[in-house]
């Protein structure tokens, strides 16, 4: 793999078909669920790496019907939005 980028890690693991399914726990939706197989936790493993050392950005996102969609199993209804503080965005005044 390149420069482990968010956006080349997507494209790696996707091409290995690295497929996530993000949900409520049901048995207490307190909770995140994150189900997949050897691979796809190889790629949530890199991806917040990649995240955590990127130069620029300190958010993205991913989901089902958004960008990374190739990442999530059919099943899949929930994305994720991890965000690195401090942020990188400046502050909004009202």
């Given at each position: 793999?390149?420069?482990?980028?968010?956006?080349?890690v997507c494209v790696a693991y996707a091409a290995?078909?690295?497929k996530i399914f993000v949900?409520?726990?049901p048995?207490?939706?307190n909770f995140i669920l994150f189900e997949g197989d050897q691979v796809a936790f190889e790629?949530?493993?890199?991806?917040?790496l990649a995240q955590a050392k990127a130069l620029?950005?300190?958010a993205f996102c991913l989901g089902p019907k958004y960008a990374g969609?190739?990442?999530f199993s059919k099943k899949a209804k929930l994305g994720f939005h991890p965000h690195r503080l401090p942020c990188d965005s400046k502050p909004t005044r009202n």
């Open positions: 793999m390149r420069k482990p980028t968010v956006d080349n290995k078909g690295a949900k409520l726990l048995e207490d939706p790629f949530i493993g890199n991806l917040f620029n950005g300190c969609s190739a990442l």
